[in-house]
């Protein structure tokens, strides 16, 4: 499989170099030149397959061609060592909870996946060490840290905004030390991620060392999350309320709801999306408008959306060419403020029980809101509450218990580079390394 850039104007790459590469030539990001349709008998049956049959069988249409089959079924069962089920929160609505991994939050698996392939790579080349940059509003950088911590051959630096990410985010990637290094960067998520996407365009930092990217615009990252929703859909088949499926992503850099707009293009029988946003509104107004308008983004309870230019955007645009039309006719949107959010969270827990956590009551907000007669909603719920456990107490007026695993963290010692937001300091920075 061939991989192009969204901007058309870099050479097609071998899935091999879109991995290494992160971001194309032209700061575009990579997508495969044909998504492949899966056959019906997969679908027909699927509710009789594990999660990780379902998930072999859709990474072998999007990697097949490029992977060793036996290697490919062993980085997708390496990845895939929980399961992800589908718990019915009130009528007709239910929760695919995300946040059974090592860092109990959805991009485990994405950032698992890609430390797996892309050490296959390298092991296949025997080429000199790979410097993974990736940028976090709060669970990326967890979920990536962990999910490549220890990985020979790979070096991970991991760069968040100060002040803005929660205590228990935090402590997942400052206090693993070995391959991982986290930058405290005096700024927002954004300029985070724009040191990341510059430092992949200096020609004398790339010359100094080999960079990728972890982050959602990396295809390896972003492809396994399609994984969840075909998972979804089989878990939800097997009790016959698979017919008219409207899946909810809250959204923030939105590789999660583009890797199951591929899965819907692979032949997923999902009716609708909806993209629930938190205060960072900038992709409702492009359906409302058909005008894309990034701007700075806001910081909210809802700390992994805080988005205010979303790559994949490029990546969703490119898939319906450009149609506004054909967007909207599939995704529809919603945005809540924090007030909302909250109001969601104790509403949702007085009524059911079931104990949202900030981003997942986004997208259980606009599922009530929005969901139709005779339809099925699922909404992500994309991490444990207990990782925001001050906010979600403080709202519920109970007590969110700590996972073992997550305590394990707040033990460790911080470790952490200052940085400031400008590019220069973090070049100066990286050329020492």
């Given at each position: 499989?061939?991989?192009?850039?969204?901007?058309?104007?870099?050479?097609?790459?071998?899935?091999?170099?879109?991995?290494?590469?992160?971001?194309?030539?032209?700061?575009?990001?990579?997508?495969?030149?044909?998504?492949?349709?899966?056959?019906?008998?997969?679908?027909?049956?699927?509710?009789?397959?594990?999660?990780?049959?379902?998930?072999?069988?859709?990474?072998?249409?999007?990697f097949?061609?490029?992977v060793?089959?036996?290697?490919?079924?062993?980085?997708?069962?390496?990845?895939?060592?929980?399961?992800?089920?589908?718990?019915?929160?009130?009528?007709?609505?239910?929760?695919?909870?995300?946040?059974?991994?090592?860092?109990?939050?959805?991009?485990?698996?994405?950032?698992?996946?890609?430390?797996?392939?892309?050490?296959?790579f390298?092991?296949?080349?025997?080429?000199?060490?790979?410097n993974?940059?990736?940028?976090?509003?709060?669970?990326t950088?967890s979920?990536?840290?962990?999910?490549?911590?220890?990985?020979?051959?790979?070096?991970?630096?991991?760069l968040?905004?100060?002040?803005?990410?929660?205590?228990?985010?935090?402590?997942q990637?400052?206090?693993?030390?070995?391959?991982?290094?986290?930058?405290?960067?005096?700024?927002?998520?954004?300029?985070?991620?724009?040191?990341?996407?510059?430092?992949?365009?200096?020609?004398?930092?790339?010359?100094?060392?080999?960079?990728?990217?972890?982050?959602?615009?990396n295809?390896?990252?972003?492809?396994?999350?399609a994984?969840y929703?075909?998972?979804?859909?089989?878990?939800?088949?097997?009790?016959?309320?698979?017919?008219e499926?409207?899946?909810?992503?809250?959204?923030?850099?939105?590789?999660?709801?583009?890797?199951?707009?591929?899965?819907?293009?692979?032949?997923?029988?999902?009716?609708?999306?909806?993209?629930?946003?938190n205060?960072?509104?900038?992709?409702?107004?492009?359906?409302?408008?058909?005008?894309?308008?990034?701007?700075?983004?806001?910081?909210?309870?809802?700390?992994?959306?805080?988005?205010?230019?979303?790559?994949?955007?490029?990546?969703?645009?490119?898939?319906?060419?450009g149609?506004?039309?054909?967007?909207?006719?599939?995704?529809?949107?919603?945005?809540?403020?924090?007030?909302?959010?909250?109001?969601t969270?104790?509403?949702?827990?007085?009524?059911?029980?079931?104990?949202?956590?900030?981003h997942?009551?986004?997208?259980?907000?606009?599922?009530?809101?929005?969901?139709?007669?005779?339809e099925?909603?699922?909404?992500?719920?994309t991490?444990?509450?207990?990782?925001?456990?001050?906010?979600?107490?403080?709202?519920?007026?109970?007590?969110?218990?700590?996972?073992?695993?997550?305590?394990?963290?707040?033990?460790?010692?911080?470790?952490?580079?200052?940085?400031?937001?400008?590019?220069?300091?973090?070049?100066?920075?990286?050329?020492?390394r």
């Amino acid at each position: 499989m061939k991989y192009y850039s969204t901007n058309k104007k870099a050479p097609m790459a071998t899935l091999h170099e879109a991995v290494v590469k992160g971001l194309a030539g032209d700061r575009g990001l990579y997508m495969p030149e044909s998504i492949k349709p899966l056959p019906k008998e997969f679908f027909d049956n699927i509710d009789k397959l594990t999660f990780q049959e379902i998930a072999f069988t859709v990474a072998k249409a999007f990697f097949g061609e490029d992977v060793n089959e036996d290697d490919l079924k062993n980085i997708v069962y390496d990845t895939l060592q929980f399961d992800c089920p589908v718990v019915e929160v009130k009528e007709n609505i239910y929760s695919l909870e995300l946040f059974h991994g090592p860092t109990l939050a959805f991009k485990d698996v994405g950032a698992r996946f890609m430390a797996r392939l892309l050490q296959y790579f390298i092991r296949q080349e025997g080429k000199e060490q790979v410097n993974v940059l990736v940028a976090t509003s709060g669970d990326t950088g967890s979920a990536v840290a962990n999910g490549f911590l220890g990985v020979d051959g790979i070096h991970v630096y991991v760069l968040y905004p100060k002040g803005k990410v929660s205590k228990i985010q935090e402590s997942q990637f400052t206090t693993l030390g070995k391959n991982i290094t986290a930058v405290e960067v005096d700024g927002v998520f954004d300029d985070c991620q724009a040191l990341v996407k510059s430092a992949f365009m200096d020609d004398e930092l790339n010359k100094h060392m080999k960079l990728t990217s972890a982050n959602s615009i990396n295809v390896a990252r972003f492809l396994p999350q399609a994984f969840y929703y075909f998972n979804a859909y089989a878990r939800l088949k097997a009790m016959g309320k698979a017919d008219e499926m409207v899946v909810c992503v809250p959204s923030g850099n939105f590789g999660n709801i583009c890797a199951a707009l591929f899965g819907h293009r692979m032949g997923l029988p999902v009716k609708r999306f909806i993209a629930a946003n938190n205060a960072n509104d900038i992709f409702y107004n492009y359906l409302q408008t058909g005008k894309y308008e990034p701007k700075a983004s806001r910081q909210t309870i809802a700390n992994a959306m805080d988005v205010g230019d979303p790559s994949n955007f490029a990546r969703i645009y490119d898939l319906y060419k450009g149609d506004h039309d054909a967007i909207t006719s599939l995704i529809s949107g919603a945005t809540y403020s924090d007030e909302q959010i909250r109001e969601t969270m104790k509403a949702c827990f007085d009524t059911t029980g079931y104990t949202l956590d900030p981003h997942g009551a986004c997208g259980y907000r606009a599922l009530s809101e929005q969901l139709q007669e005779g339809e099925t909603g699922v909404f992500c719920e994309t991490a444990h509450p207990a990782k925001f456990k001050e906010t979600v107490e403080s709202v519920i007026g109970a007590e969110v218990a700590i996972p073992e695993r997550l305590a394990a963290f707040m033990k460790g010692t911080k470790q952490s580079v200052e940085m400031s937001k400008e590019f220069e300091d973090f070049k100066n920075f990286l050329l020492k390394r």
